[in-house]
């Protein structure tokens, strides 16, 4: 089994800045892709960024600038640094990553969201 554990959200002022945490743990032999999607007060869900285990990222352009994906292969964890934040940028973010298990099972798992609320 694998387990994602989120953490960073809450509340913030437009301007500010929050970073997001999302550490895999369990019976890992490789994690692919690793991102982050929100879902809006609307009810819809984005891609907000991901970045491959090579590295290579893709963000929605309405973050690029701002946020920044990263992840710690040796720590099986993904970072989002959210800058010069929005009140658009309210929403529940998740985690999401494709993994290999040591089982050689191919998953594709989510976190259990975190809210990220920008507001005066």
């Known amino acids: 089994q694998v387990q994602l554990v989120e953490s960073g959200g809450g509340l913030v002022q437009p301007g500010g800045s929050l970073r997001l945490s999302c550490a895999a743990s369990?019976?890992?032999?490789?994690?692919?892709?690793m991102g982050w999607y929100r879902h809006t007060p609307e009810e819809q869900r984005e891609l907000v960024a991901a970045?491959?285990?090579?590295?290579?990222?893709n963000y929605a352009d309405s973050v690029k600038g701002r946020f920044t994906i990263s992840r710690d292969n040796a720590k099986n964890t993904v970072y989002l640094q959210m800058n010069s934040l929005k009140p658009e940028d309210t929403a529940v973010y998740y985690c999401?990553?494709?993994?290999?298990?040591?089982?050689?099972?191919?998953?594709?798992?989510w976190g259990q969201g975190t809210q990220v609320t920008v507001s005066s």
């Open positions: 999401n990553i494709d993994v290999t298990t040591a089982t050689l099972r191919r998953l594709n798992l």
């Open positions: 369990g019976s890992i032999s490789k994690i692919n892709v």
């Open positions: 970045i491959t285990s090579g590295g290579p990222t």
